[in-house]
């Protein structure tokens, strides 16, 4: 069995997600900076929430839940699985450009559906005209996402997980040229999501004719392994889409208050930067391992990834995690408030931080137990799990909201998560010992907890100590860097006393990678 360096492919989704994840926050910071909550930015967050939600059933979900494993087995056991890729591309194609077509049609009502709160004043006119622009992203999207499910089951991570960057390099291009020209800059924004699309799908096209596995367009064809694929990729689509939906549910219910879509998006782009960097690595290279580790019978080989890939997981999120609770307000003051958004906007946005910041370790958690179901090809269980925890989500994102308002959205979010890593964690016990830690794991775990609180509790004596050079214009970004600092050291230091981790394991993964 050709092996796919697991650590080594953690490192690189994570580099190329990273680099993502800042330029996206450079695209939000312009983005808040120039037209700032209100409006226009919540009729885009709307807007842009359409093809981005479908993307997660389509693309992600179906395909990376369906289409990787059944994709890395065929490879391992050399069952042409290049005429099983040619036969998915096709079948997917035909599907999300139906989705395409509907869309154009029905867009005022998809908007009424995830925005109702919009009927009746300009947000709604603005986001179905933003709608029809920026929707067909998704068929670009979509066809990329099965080129990278077929990089990744290859062990080739570099070119797909680089894709998005070009997203925000063009995203960011286009609000710097609109403000710098003195056109409309949403307008700059929305024309060049549709052309990101076609520059990502053209990199992961042209990678993976580079693999030696080439797919042209050609008539779908409804054969016993597509028929196969969907019945598993449709319960999978809802599993792997749960937090989109919930997302949608939550801004249907945020839409009900001015700027609260812009606040809960903000907050939702800050808590995204650890879950891309660490949650859709460790989903990307770990489901295309354990698929082919099971189908090689190698029972001890997925025990030690799935271990491994749980170690990095909480390395990241639970410092991540004591940080979104212990210090929002540094963060998104630096981040965002400049420009159009507020001291006001700053304080909204540190609470919806802090809320999504204990549902963090929820969110990474899944990513890490789901591949344990879809690698075998099981996605009838998660998504019974995810009707459920969307059921939570709903009844208290609408219960709550006449008790705490506008938050309600964000304390349903994380409540939803935790109840979902519930269920897949009781799920996987009947798997055996393949799905479950192995003793360096539960060694380690309370380890790196220990770690995180002591990083928590340097936070506390720093901010106490120099929380005030945040109040003290144009030294508040030397301030949170000497925070983060800071906290990186105090975290490394005593993970590496408490024996959490030993810093030689980065150097070597690096080197590796």
């Known amino acids: 069995m050709k092996q796919i360096r697991l650590f080594s492919g953690l490192f690189t989704v994570g580099f190329w997600t990273l680099a993502s994840r800042i330029l996206g926050f450079l695209r939000e910071i312009l983005l808040t900076a120039y037209i700032g909550p209100g409006p226009v930015m919540d009729a885009f967050v709307a807007a842009f929430r359409l093809p981005n939600m479908f993307r997660r059933f389509f693309a992600e979900g179906a395909f990376n839940a369906a289409f990787v494993p059944m994709f890395s087995k065929r490879l391992e056991g050399g069952e042409d699985a290049q005429g099983f890729a040619q036969d998915a591309f096709n079948l997917l194609a035909a599907a999300v450009l139906a989705l395409v077509g509907l869309a154009m049609v029905f867009m005022p009502g998809l908007v009424w559906l995830t925005a109702e709160g919009f009927y009746g004043d300009e947000r709604f006119d603005l986001a179905v005209d933003y709608g029809y622009v920026v929707f067909p992203y998704i068929l670009f999207m979509s066809l ?12 080739r991570f570099a070119a797909a997980a680089a894709a998005p960057v070009l997203l925000n390099i063009f995203a960011c291009t286009a609000l710097i040229v609109g403000a710098a020209t003195g056109g409309e800059v949403i307008r700059w924004l929305i024309a060049v999501i549709p052309l990101a699309g076609v520059a990502q799908l053209a990199l992961v096209w042209v990678a993976t004719e580079r693999a030696g596995i080439r797919i042209r367009f050609g008539r779908p064809k409804l054969s016993p392994e597509m028929r196969n694929m969907v019945r598993i990729a449709v319960p999978a689509a809802l599993a792997m889409g749960v937090t989109q939906v919930n997302l949608v549910v939550g801004q249907l219910v945020a839409s009900k208050t001015e700027k609260a879509i812009s606040w809960l998006f903000a907050a939702d782009r800050l808590y995204q930067l650890p879950l891309g960097v660490v949650g859709i690595a460790v989903g990307i290279v770990l489901l295309p391992d354990l698929s082919r580790r099971l189908r090689a019978g190698d029972g001890d080989g997925a025990r030690n ?108 979010a994380s409540a939803a998560g935790w109840g979902m890593v519930a269920l897949l964690a009781l799920g996987a016990r009947r798997m055996g010992d393949e799905a479950r830690f192995d003793d360096r794991f539960k060694r380690r775990a309370p380890r790196i907890l220990a770690a995180s609180i002591g990083m928590g509790v340097v936070l506390i004596a720093a901010m106490q100590l120099f929380g005030w050079t945040f109040e003290v214009p144009g030294w508040r970004y030397l301030a949170l860097l000497g925070l983060i600092v800071v906290a990186a050291v105090s975290y490394f230091l005593l993970g590496h006393l408490l024996g959490a981790f030993r810093l030689s394991e980065f150097r070597s993964a690096l080197r590796r990678s």
């Open 144 to 155: 990329a996402a099965l080129f990278s499910g077929v990089l990744n089951a290859t062990g």
């Open 305 to 412: 990834a799935f271990s491994r890939a749980g170690e990095f997981t909480l390395l990241l999120t639970i410092p991540a995690t004591v940080a979104f609770v212990l210090i929002p307000v540094p963060l998104v003051s630096v981040l965002f408030e400049r420009g159009q958004f507020t001291p006001e906007d700053t304080a909204t946005t540190a609470l919806a931080v802090a809320v999504y910041g204990i549902g963090l370790p929820a969110f990474m958690l899944q990513k890490l137990l789901q591949p344990l179901f879809f690698a075998r090809e099981d996605t009838r269980a998660p998504f019974r799990y995810a009707v459920v925890a969307m059921i939570i989500n709903a009844v208290l994102a609408f219960g709550l909201y006449p008790i705490v308002g506008w938050i309600a959205p964000a304390i349903a």
